[in-house]
């Protein structure tokens, strides 16, 4: 089991810039499929990002060239760099860790409790 903790959220201007954490505790983070998942209210919560233990990256096609996810394995920490943000990025945005590699939320098993971001026009 692996614990997960968000921070970084926040109210910003669209096309602004935001940078979300995600501390994970655990004996084996590096073994863990990591990916960035958000809920908005009133709709269901949906894919994001997600990383391999060895960097290789995954993205939902609306944040493709505007986020980056990574990893680093040795601080055990995940992070979604989120620049030109859009009030439809606006969400509760979740880190989770799944043990196979995966972009469905069904698959996760680890979920943080999640951080605001809050994008205004």
């Known amino acids: 089991q692996v614990q997960l903790v968000e921070s970084g959220g926040g109210l910003v201007q669209a096309g602004g810039s935001l940078r979300l954490s995600c501390a994970a505790s655990?004996?084996?983070?590096?073994?863990?499929?990591m990916g960035w998942f958000r809920q908005a209210p009133g709709k269901e919560r949906e894919f994001v990002a997600a990383i391999r233990w060895t960097g290789d990256t995954f993205y939902e096609d609306s944040v493709k060239g505007r986020f980056t996810i990574s990893r680093d394995n040795a601080k055990k920490m995940l992070y979604l760099q989120m620049n030109s943000l859009k009030p439809e990025d606006t969400a509760v945005y979740y880190c989770a860790a799944a043990g196979m590699a995966t972009t469905r939320l069904q698959d996760y098993n680890n979920w943080g409790q999640g951080t605001q971001v809050t994008v205004s026009s």
């Open positions: 655990g004996r084996t983070f590096s073994n863990y499929f």
